[in-house]
């Protein structure tokens, strides 16, 4: 049976749920290599550090344990990365003995693990089946050698249909990361890597368009002219093709950039884009509880330095009025295909949101980026297509 997807929609919870934590994000920073476009909070290449990462892991969360020492009960559970299947059996198993001891889900759960094709044994997948992990995402990324080995993947295209294969003995909820726009990708290609990802039929698939972020290889070959990024025009027909192919075959979007069959959502990410409160533990990992936003330092060894001496991984913490709620909710809302729901936010902050922000809609609502009914905000297809803009111009 598919997930019940009414657990993270806001809409369908008492108001009360946003003040309960029920969800959870862990991050596990460890990589075999740092790949050109990412810039996230990893270690690359460094395997024997995973025993310190997991007592540090161990340390936070047992200072924010409940006082009554029970397990926090749970809705979803994330582990991502980094590569969580990177870890050795021996390490995987300790990782999981180690959430298991601060955190049960409630029946019908969300478990989910992020995996690379590479390094993901049967016996890791039979592991984390047992232990009751049921949603995978995969970071297929491309099904074209020649695209993997300019993202610098470590994985081959046969080794992620052989994976996807094993997956199915034990997972039937399974997640594809594919990314599009890459420097010189046509059209054509994109079209042909949908097809074989739909061909696999997954009940749910993310599309991503690459982005060259500052500090980040790919900028830097990008600013030598090594690397050339795609023209807008066709990335724009790359993403309306995503929406047009993944349609047809019965495939609904319901956010910017994910797609699902029908009620195989994300439950998780569900969380953040409603506005729920959410927990998160690792490197640079950002949690909001009781209004109030905090992220942990970034550096995985400033991470584990500061848990060893018994000091707070917290970096930043921020305390949001409810005029800044009410537009970060705005924001993220409108990722959502069901929009942003007026009266919901108004609920949540105590603001009126849609007064708050009258100025910015009726200029999104003059370039057609939006349309705005009674009780909703949508984007219009052309304004899916400038979401960031039209996300930085709210908040």
Known sequence: MPPDPSAAEASLLPLDAHDRVRSVYVHVPFCRHRCGYCDFSIIANRGELVPRYLRALEHELAAAAPPDGKPLMLDTLYIGGGTPTLLSVAELSQLLELLARYFLLYPGAEYTFEANPDQFSREKQQLLAAAGVNRI????????????????????????????????????????????????????????????ALDLVPPHISTYALTYEKGTRFWGARAKGVLNSLDEELESEMYRATLSRLAKAGMLQYEISNFCLPDWHSRHNDVYWTGLPYQAFGPGASRFVAGQRETNHRSPFTWMKRLEAGCTPVESRDNLTGEQRARELFAIGLRRNRGVEKALIQRITQVD????????????????????????????????????????EVI
Request: glycine residues 4%; hydrophobic residues 45%.
């Open 137 to 196: 995402s995969l970071g297929v990324q491309s099904f074209d050698d020649r695209y993997l080995q300019l993202l610098e993947r470590a994985h081959s295209s046969l080794q992620a249909l052989r994976v996807l294969e094993q997956l199915r003995e034990h997972f039937t909820n399974i997640s594809l990361d594919l990314i599009f726009a890459l420097p010189g990708q046509t059209l054509a290609h994109w079209e042909q890597t949908l097809a074989q």
């Open 353 to 392: 949101a849609a007064a708050l922000l009258r100025q910015e809609l009726d200029s999104l609502l003059a370039r057609r980026w939006i349309h705005e009914t009674s009780t909703h905000v949508y984007l219009t297809d052309q304004g899916r297509l400038f979401a960031d803009a039209i996300a930085s």
